[in-house]
Structure formats: C-alpha cells, structure tokens
C-alpha cells in the first residue's frame, strides 16, 4: 500500500488518478513483477499505456508509449497522435511503476530500501547529507529515489550526474529539487512514498518550452513519429 498524508491509500494494480505534488497534479500505477513474463523495462512501458488509456478513457490498444533516444525518456502516443499528458517509468526486480501529469513534467523512481547503503554518499552533496534525518537505509534510499525521479522530470536529456541534482527541504514524504544543465537549471517539486516495501519519488516541474500545450503536443508528435 502507498500512503501520502491525507489523501488515503493507493493500492497496487489500481491507478490513483490525481494527486498533488506540489502545484501540479499527477496519476500513477503500480504492479508487482510476475516470476516471469516480460523485461521489467518493457512491462513498466506497458504500464505506462495503461495507466494512459485509463485516465484519457480511451482502448488500450490505441495507446504506445516509446523511449526517445539517446536518454530514454518515455513518450505517450493515442492513436499515432502525441498526447498531451507527460509520462515516466521506473521498475525494480519485483515491482514497476508509472507516472502522468497533464500540466507538468514528471519523473519516477522506485528504490528497495535495502539498496540504500552507506555507499550512496559519494552521490550526496554535503548539504544533502546534513538533511537526512537518520543515518538509515531507508533515508539513504529515499534520497537517492529523489534525486534519479527529479533527473527524469526535468528533461534535460544528458547523462544523469547525481551531484548535479540537487534535492532540499527533504522531509518523510516531500522535498525540492533543481538540475543544473550545460546550458539550464530545472526546478520544482517532489513527493515521497512507500508502496509495499519500496521507496517511491515523483518529481514534477512546468512543462518544457513556452508554447501553449497544443504546441508541446505537435512537437512531441514529430519526436514519437520516428519512434513508431
């Protein structure tokens, strides 16, 4: 079960249509891997369509979500059209996840608590690392989460530098964030969250560009057609 404070439990298979992450508003999906079936990366894509059909109400099998290259951030196509909710995918060894936003950028990470070792420091900024609470597994998993979910939802497309991505205010269950590029910095908002035994993070900002959304759309359509 997934709890964020005052808005209830979330459990696995059935998506949570809206929540707030910060200003912006999100969906999300999560399922336990089978023993076998599919790679983790192509069910969390299938997932992602999923999640798509169920919140715009349309057939499954209209909707295609595919990874741009070189980064591999997901994008959502209905009926060979680019659709205007951003997504983002994340999977572990027995569980992925799904994420949506209509009027923001969003990313998502899924973390095992147990993966959180004294190691991840390295990757923690002197600021960060006087934040964490506890000295734990659990807080180490949960800043790194924030920092892999914060580097998808600002769509920089560059390598993931995690000094670069810097996480602030981090708290039980949200925190800021910004992600310094050669040539910009993308900030916003975050949540945090266990579902079942893992640590999740979904990380929003404003959409990318100054165009309307109609805009964004008809840009991402020229992107997802060479992807189909």
Known sequence: MILFPGEGDLSLVHPCREMRVGRWRVACIFQTAPACGPSSSGAA?????????????VANHTVRVATLLPSGRPIAAVSGQASCPTVSVSH???????ALSFDGQVGIDI???HEGTASLQTF???????????HTRHWYASLWAAKEAAYKAAGLDIEFQPLRVHIRDLGPDRFQWSVSGPHDRVAGAGRLAMVGQHVVALAVTRRAGKG?????CREELEKVSACF
């Open 45 to 57: 894509l299938r997932l992602a369509e999923d999640l798509v059909a169920d919140v715009l109400g």
């Open 92 to 98: 572990v060894r027995d569980m992925y996840g799904a």
């Open 111 to 113: 973390v095992c608590p």
């Open 124 to 134: 923690f900024t002197p600021e960060e690392r006087a934040m964490l609470p506890q």
């Open 212 to 216: 309307g959304v109609g805009d964004e």
